[in-house]
Nanobody, 115 residues
């Protein structure tokens, strides 16, 4: 099993930036996807961005041009750089590891965008 720990959330003003980190440990897989998703109170979970083991990335329309997902294989980590944050970005952000054999997610990190 892969264990994930998210960090980097916090309170930020609209227009500000945050960088979320997700550090993975445990089992090793050749082919996988790591993604960031979020869930706000009263809303369904929303996929924000993902990155594959091949380096391909995808983004939700709501964050395109503002968020960037990246990875550091040496550190077994994935990051989400969030710029131009809006109040509607407020949510708990989760990192998820997906492979054929398993799916794992962390405890989440709270992001609050408010003035």
């Amino acid at each position: 099993q892969v264990q994930l720990v998210e960090s980097g959330g916090g309170l930020v003003q609209p227009g500000g930036s945050l960088r979320l980190s997700c550090v993975a440990s445990g089992s090793i897989f050749r082919i996988y996807t790591m993604d960031w998703s979020r869930q706000a109170p009263g809303k369904q979970r929303e996929l924000v961005a993902d990155i594959t083991s091949g380096g391909s990335t995808t983004y939700a329309d709501s964050v395109k041009g503002r968020f960037t997902i990246s990875g550091d294989n040496a550190k077994n980590s994935v990051y989400l750089q969030m710029n131009s944050l809006k109040p509607e970005d407020t949510a708990v952000y989760y990192c998820t590891f997906r492979a054929i054999e398993t799916v794992s997610w962390g405890q989440g990190t709270q992001v609050t965008v408010s003035s």
